[in-house]
Every structure is written in C-alpha cells, then in structure tokens.
T-cell receptor, first 112, second 110 residues
Framework: DVKVTQSSRYLVKRTGEKVFLECVQDMDHENMFWYRQDPGLGLRLIYFSYDVKMKEKGDIPEGYSVSREKKERFSLILESASTNQTSMYLC???????????FGPGTRLTVL | GIQVEQSPPDLILQEGANSTLRCNFSDSVNNLQWFHQNPWGQLINLFYIPSGTKQNGRLSATTVATERYSLLYISSSQTTDSGVYFCAVELRGGADGLTFGKGTHLIIQP
C-alpha cells in the first residue's frame, strides 16, 4: 500500500513565523503535490514537483515556497505565516502524470 | 481552467438506501478520481476512473468521458458512508495537478 505521511496533524503558529510542513511518501513516486482546503473554496493546488529539485506553481502559490531535495520528501514552506494561511494542508503523490494520486492525512494549521 | 460540478451538494438518506452522486466536467480529462473524506480530513481513494466502469463492494463508478460526466453509486448505505465525496479531474494534456469539485456532503441516518 502507498503511504503518504505528514509531519504534524495539528500545528499552531504565530503571525510572522517561518513554518515548515513536511511530506514523505514511501512508493518512489515521481510527482508530489501540496493542496490547501478551505470551507467554501474546496481543495486548491499550491505547488507540485515532478522530480527532485524541480517545482511548479499551482493555482495559489503566493506566500508559499517548496523544497524537494530527495525524491521521497516534499516540503511546503510559509516564509512569514499570516492568519489567512490558516487552513488544512494536504500532500499527495503519484507515480506519473495523470496517475492516481494518494493523499496524506493532512495538517490543520492555525496561524494566530 | 477546467470546471468541475458535483451534485447534489447535500444528501440525507436512511441506512440501507441507495444513492447516485454526479460529477460533470467541462473539458477532456486524463485523470478522474473519486474520494471520500473522512471526519478526520483524510482523503480516501475510492476510484481512479478516467473512463469506463469499476466496482468495489457496495460502491461502483462510471465515467462517460465523451459526455464529460462521472457517476458514483453507493448501494445499501451504512452510517460509515457518511462524509464528503469529492470528484477530481486532471485536464487532458495538462500536467498541473487535480481540480476538485466542491463535494457532496452525505449523511446516512440510522
């Protein structure tokens, strides 16, 4: 079974802090994705990566950056957290483009 | 971008009932997936179904790609089926992740 894990289930941070959300997959997948989910707005793509050290912007990249130094790990970085980044963050991975995506359990981030 | 519409937005049924959830999309797609989001927020993969029909126990799904819709069938509903069901698609020729519908919130009452 594919396993995607995220470093925290719940996280509380203060405005202005630098925040790291970590995602690890164990199936040697090429592609990894970060989404956020908000009531009324649904799930939206922030960034994705199709290879180590490669990244592409999704629909809402502003205020975020990503890092993929190893194939199995994809990090989402909030350089200076703001209250409007309070959200549920979901990581996913897939073997190839248009293949089935598998999601991690999510991280509920609250920025105070 | 591609539009994904799910219907109905909310559905309340008694245990044992059958239901059909619909997903319409506005363009040709390479990938279509159905997910169930559990109360803890985890997205559970139900079907990867860009075309054709699949069945898994009490659940089945059909995608008619030429007519740009997909249906998820749930038979003999159980209370554990409650939650939000999402349809998500990836545009044909695109390489930019999934676009999600707003979901169908299903409540199964005992």
């Amino acid at each position: 079974d594919v396993k995607v894990t995220q470093s925290s289930r719940y996280l509380v941070k203060r405005t202005g802090e630098k925040v790291f959300l970590e995602c690890v997959q164990d199936m040697d997948h090429e592609n990894m994705f970060w989404y956020r989910q908000d009531p009324g707005l649904g799930l939206r793509l922030i960034y994705f990566s199709y290879d180590v050290k490669m990244k592409e912007k999704g629909d809402i990249p502003e205020g975020y950056s990503v890092s993929r130094e190893k194939k199995e790990r994809f990090s989402l970085i909030l350089e200076s957290a703001s209250t409007n980044q309070t959200s549920m963050y979901l990581c996913a991975s897939s073997w190839d483009w248009s293949d089935e995506q598998f999601f991690g359990p999510g991280t509920r981030l609250t920025v105070l | 971008g591609i539009q994904v519409e799910q219907s109905p937005p909310d559905l309340i049924l008694q245990e044992g009932a059958n239901s059909t959830l619909r997903c319409n999309f506005s363009d040709s797609v390479n990938n279509l997936q159905w997910f169930h989001q559990n109360p803890w927020g985890q997205l559970i993969n139900l079907f990867y179904i860009p075309s054709g029909t699949k069945q898994n126990g009490r659940l089945s799904a059909t995608t008619v790609a030429t007519e740009r819709y997909s249906l998820l069938y749930i038979s003999s509903s159980q209370t554990t089926d409650s939650g939000v069901y999402f349809c998500a698609v990836e545009l044909r020729g695109g390489a930019d992740g999934l676009t999600f519908g707003k979901g169908t919130h299903l409540i199964i009452q005992p």
